[in-house]
């Protein structure tokens, strides 16, 4: 959302409540949370990378409390017709990140971070580094993450953090087009060192129809490549290779992301 939008304003009006506090806040967030579970989302998703490093460091109560205090007294400072937009202290949303991952943990939500290459010529790459979210794995083993864009130019980085924990996932959306070179490469390094199953072979993360057609044929003919090299170097045979194009393909994302529904 942009700065100035009054997210305050809305969510009061929207759910009939006053946020006052930082404990008010987290409520709105259950509240808002169960209506879309309701409506039929099924997982989280974080593109903070675009705004901060996601390493998300744990933090009291009391002092996300007394900063999110801080931040709602100088919104409340300006007048009306002026940016009513709440500016939240890292420090804040460090905790309510912990926060939200305790709920998808007690749910068995899954949550996809964006890693990795941001879109255009914006933010800081090393924001986005997949191994800033190392921290998060262990406290909430109940949360599948799903790591998007292979974290490029960080896969060795992904591949390493899928293989050490049980619930970290690589999804290789967008990244076919980021470089397709690269993403053979990478997706190669994954098959052999990565469990097949926690591997999402495409994503669209894309807003545009006609691109995403474009990208999963891109897709489909680098991981054809990848396993027929494999084939070739009697790595798979040619059963094992069709069998993993149909987990990258179709299983995989299916399990990772909707067996909980």
């Not at 099924?42 to 999110?68: C, M, N, Q, W």
């Amino acid at each position: 959302m942009p700065p100035e939008f009054d997210i305050v304003g809305w969510l009061e009006e929207t759910y009939a409540v006053e946020i006052r506090s930082l404990n008010d806040w987290l409520k709105v967030f259950e509240m808002e949370l169960d209506e879309n579970i309701s409506n039929g989302i099924v997982g989280l998703k974080s593109v903070l990378a675009y705004h901060r490093p996601i390493r998300f460091e744990e933090v009291s109560l009391d002092d996300a409390a007394t900063a999110f205090r801080k931040a709602l007294e100088e919104r409340g400072r300006r007048s009306p017709d002026r940016n009513r937009g709440l500016l939240i202290p890292e420090i804040v949303q460090d905790y309510v990140m912990h926060y939200i991952l305790s709920v998808a943990n007690e749910r068995g939500l899954f949550i996809q971070f964006h890693t990795g290459l941001l879109e255009g010529n914006r933010g800081i790459l090393s924001n986005s580094n997949p191994e800033l979210l190392e921290n998060l794995f262990s406290k909430y083993p109940r949360v599948k993450f799903d790591l998007f864009h292979i974290g490029y130019p960080y896969w060795g980085v992904t591949a390493a953090l899928a293989k050490t924990y049980p619930n970290v996932f690589i999804d290789m959306c967008w990244s076919h087009i980021i470089s397709p070179v690269s993403a053979r490469n990478a997706l190669s390094d994954f098959l052999d060192a990565v469990p097949f199953n926690k591997i999402s072979g495409f994503g669209g993360d894309y807003a545009i129809v006609d691109a995403i057609y474009g990208h999963l044929k891109i897709a489909r003919e680098n991981i054809a490549r990848v396993l027929a090299d494999k084939i070739g170097d009697r790595t798979l045979t040619v059963s094992q290779a069709v069998r993993i194009a149909e987990r990258l393909l179709h299983d995989n994302p299916k399990e990772i992301l909707l067996n909980n529904l």
